[in-house]
């Protein structure tokens, strides 16, 4: 059983940056096509960013060019580097594990909230 805990969420002018965090553990994220979704109030969870085990990734065209995705191996966390934030950022944020070649994101974190203000 992967459980995953996300960290590095707060309040942040607009224009700024965070570096969100999700530690694993109960499995490795090299093992799993690791995801961060964002869903903002009263608003769907949507897509925000992925990164597989061979390391490729994919981001939402709405954040492309500002957020990034990341791994390190060696402490079994995910990273989700996020520049140049909007108001419209403003969301809880969650990381999520799929197992290669599943179609689901199985295991979840219990988010972090992300505050962009104007």
């Known amino acids: 059983q992967v459980q995953l805990v996300e960290s590095g969420g707060g309040l942040v002018q607009a224009g700024g940056s965070l570096r969100l965090s999700c530690a694993a553990s109960g499995g490795t994220v090299s093992s799993y096509v690791m995801g961060w979704f964002r869903q903002a109030p009263g608003k769907e969870r949507e897509f925000v960013a992925s990164i597989g085990g061979s390391g490729g990734n994919t981001h939402a065209d709405s954040v492309k060019g500002r957020f990034t995705i990341s791994r390190d191996n060696a402490k079994n966390t995910v990273y989700l580097q996020m520049n140049s934030l909007k108001p419209e950022d403003t969301a809880i944020y969650y990381c999520?594990?799929?197992?290669?070649?599943?179609?689901?994101?199985?295991?979840w974190g219990q988010g972090t909230q992300v505050t962009v203000s104007s």
């Open positions: 999520a594990a799929r197992p290669r070649g599943g179609l689901k994101y199985n295991y």
